[in-house]
T-cell receptor, first 113, second 110 residues
């Protein structure tokens, strides 16, 4: 089954404790992206990657890091989480170009205390 | 500006039609999309329209695009309780970037 898998689904942590949210896709997509969803703000892009070892900042990259060592994986790293990073996070993937149909993971709800 | 705008809430009665509106900003957008988010789930693509089309129909869904006014709408015919969700419009800009609206919470009442 074609899917984007995120882990964990729920995470409660404390300020400053490094964490990683994993994202994996099995569709051989070149493009992968991380979004955060906040009430009244919709989805905002954090980082994206157009292929292995190619990453770039989205609209709200501050406080986040990503890596793309393999095509299928695109982890999101919070080196020193802060309460304003409490949010719902989504990973998405798609083929490059064409109709740009993006497939989304189920989401990770993060609370930073 | 950069914002894609949607109204935040819409309430309809079961069996009625729902119309969700969206105003986008980039006249060069090639595709425009509607995504549905059910509680506790990710976003699921409902439908999309190429920018050179005015209308697209897919079963109960009708998408209308007015490029002059940069206005996109999604009509759901015979709305059911299972249609209760958040609906996001999104525009495809350069590369694979999608810019999303704020989302419209659709509530279907019996």
């Amino acid at each position: 089954e074609a899917q984007v898998t995120q882990n964990p689904r729920y995470l409660i942590t404390v300020t400053g404790k490094k964490l990683t949210v994993t994202c994996s896709q099995n569709m051989n997509h070149e493009y992968m992206s991380w979004y955060r969803q906040d009430p009244g703000l919709g989805l905002r892009q954090i980082y994206y990657s157009m292929n292995v070892e190619v990453t770039d900042k989205g609209d709200v990259p501050e406080g986040y890091k990503v890596s793309r060592k393999e095509k299928r994986n695109f982890p999101l790293i919070l080196e020193s989480p802060s309460p304003n990073q409490t949010s719902l996070y989504f990973c998405a993937s798609s083929l490059m170009g064409g109709e740009n149909i993006q497939y989304f993971g189920a989401g990770t709800r993060l609370s930073v205390l | 500006g950069e914002d894609v705008e949607q109204s935040l809430f819409l309430s309809v009665r079961e069996g009625d039609s729902s119309v969700i509106n969206c105003t986008y900003t980039d006249s060069s957008s090639t595709y425009l999309y509607w995504y549905k988010q059910e509680p506790g789930a990710g976003l699921q693509l409902l439908t999309y329209i190429f920018s050179n089309m005015d209308m697209k129909q897919d079963q109960r869904l009708t998408v209308l695009l007015n490029k002059k006014d940069k206005h996109l709408s999604l009509r759901i015919a015979d709305t059911q309780t299972g249609d209760s969700a958040i609906y996001f419009c999104a525009e495809g800009r350069g590369g694979n970037k999608l810019t999303f609206g704020t989302g419209t919470q659709l509530k279907v009442e019996l």
